[in-house]
């Protein structure tokens, strides 16, 4: 079993800037994809930015140049740095943890809202 949670979120003015991190505990071995997704009531989950394991970075074209996804060398926290962050930004955040065949593991969300 996997358990993710994430921290860092919160209130944050247009053109701050925020980190989140996600710290995986449990069998996490063999890592395949480690990603972030944001949501919004109404909408569909999306996904925001996503790491490999051979560390092939992948970004919403809304986040590119703005976020950046990372991982610590012990490979159970991710990370993700957010700078000159926007209302639209606005979103609860999860993070998952793609184990391949042992399936896809989210954590329960953390809230960021962007406004002055």
């Given amino acids: 079993q996997?358990?993710?949670v994430e921290s860092g979120?919160?209130?944050?003015?247009?053109?701050?800037?925020?980190r989140l991190s996600c710290?995986?505990?449990g069998n996490v071995l063999s890592v395949y994809v480690r990603a972030w997704y944001r949501q919004v009531p109404g909408k569909e989950r999306e996904l925001v930015a996503s790491l490999t394991a051979g560390?092939?970075?992948n970004y919403a074209d809304s986040v590119q140049g703005r976020f950046s996804i990372s991982r610590d060398r012990s490979e159970k926290t991710a990370y993700?740095?957010?700078?000159?962050?926007?209302p639209e930004d606005t979103a609860v955040y999860y993070c998952s943890f793609s184990l391949g065949p042992r399936g896809v593991y989210w954590g329960?969300?953390?809230q960021v809202t962007v406004s002055s």
């Fill in 55 to 57: 560390g092939h970075t």
């Fill in 2 to 4: 996997v358990q993710l």
């Fill in 108 to 110: 329960q969300g953390t």
């Fill in 23 to 25: 710290v995986a505990s």
């Fill in 9 to 18: 979120g919160g209130l944050v003015q247009p053109g701050g800037s925020l």
């Fill in 80 to 86: 993700l740095q957010m700078n000159n962050l926007r």
